[in-house]
């Protein structure tokens, strides 16, 4: 049964092997200019809400916001927003703790497809029986109508600021290296609009993308030259298929729970008793 925005929007990509999942994964890193980020879940019933949108105590807009400068606040109060010797600025901050397991307004992405493809396929005693989903986002940033505003390591401004001058548009962010994780999962991060409750950061309702243009992009019958860049794709990966696409990233990829997870509680993990 399909719970989630991509699926009642029918804009998933279902495959039924795995040589049809490296095919997707080929066909989208090779169009024209790909601007692509990407997430793996291990359910496809799981929503893109960030974390913090999920917290039964926030009902309004401005409990969000208050929520997150709070977050900020107590983080600082307790020093946790020095790295050595250097005072990181909000977003930097939040990108730190939400790898470390903080509800936050950002929602955890990477430019590498394989990465995301681990977090899909990623072993679960809750969810290995499940479909997952990979999903692969365009973050353009150039355009008549960007979709996204883009952010680097060195920006400084304060939160409130930062989602003010959103204006509508997802924000990506490029974190300096606050985290082992972070580097070793190639990892960016997304962001929506916290005055919305509903938002998304998937802006499905938001793009003139539909299920006739993603069936055109991965139709063998599409013709010469590009096809149309996707706005946003999920990419259904069987249950079945988990345990071999799995075997495929360890062998081929060297991607494992240690590898990209390079810290002590990530080796811990890996060697925990399933």
Request: aromatic share 8%.
């Amino acid at each position: 049964m399909a719970h989630s925005a991509w699926h009642s929007s029918d804009l998933v990509h279902r495959v039924t092997d795995r040589r049809a999942v490296f095919n997707a994964i080929s066909l989208l890193t090779t169009l024209k200019s790909p601007t692509f980020v990407w997430r793996g879940h291990v359910s496809s019933n799981w929503t893109l809400n960030p974390a913090v949108h999920r917290k039964r105590d926030l009902k309004s807009q401005g409990q969000i916001l208050d929520d997150q400068l709070t977050l900020i606040e107590s983080a600082r109060d307790r020093r946790h927003d020095h790295l050595d010797g250097w005072r990181m600025p909000d977003l930097a901050l939040l990108a730190r703790l939400q790898h470390n397991g903080a509800a936050t307004l950002l929602t955890d992405v990477t430019t590498d497809p394989f990465v995301a493809l681990y977090f899909a396929c990623e072993r679960s005693s809750s969810f290995d029986q499940g479909d997952g989903l990979l999903l692969a986002i365009d973050v353009a940033s150039t355009g008549k109508h960007p979709r996204t505003k883009h952010y680097d390591l060195a920006h400084e401004a304060d939160l409130e600021e930062v989602l003010l001058d959103l204006d509508g548009r997802l924000g990506l962010y490029t974190p300096p290296d606050v985290s082992p994780r972070i580097m070793a999962q190639r990892g960016r991060f997304v962001f929506g609009d916290y005055r919305d409750l509903k938002y998304t950061t998937l802006p499905i309702h938001r793009s003139d993308w539909n299920a006739e243009k993603l069936e055109k992009v991965f139709s063998p019958e599409r013709g010469h030259g590009q096809p149309p860049k996707p706005a946003i794709v999920a990419i259904e990966i069987k249950a079945s298929l988990k345990p071999q696409l799995r075997d495929i990233l360890d062998q081929s990829f060297g991607m494992t729970g240690i590898t990209l997870f390079p810290d002590l509680h990530g080796f811990a993990a890996a060697h925990r008793v399933w």
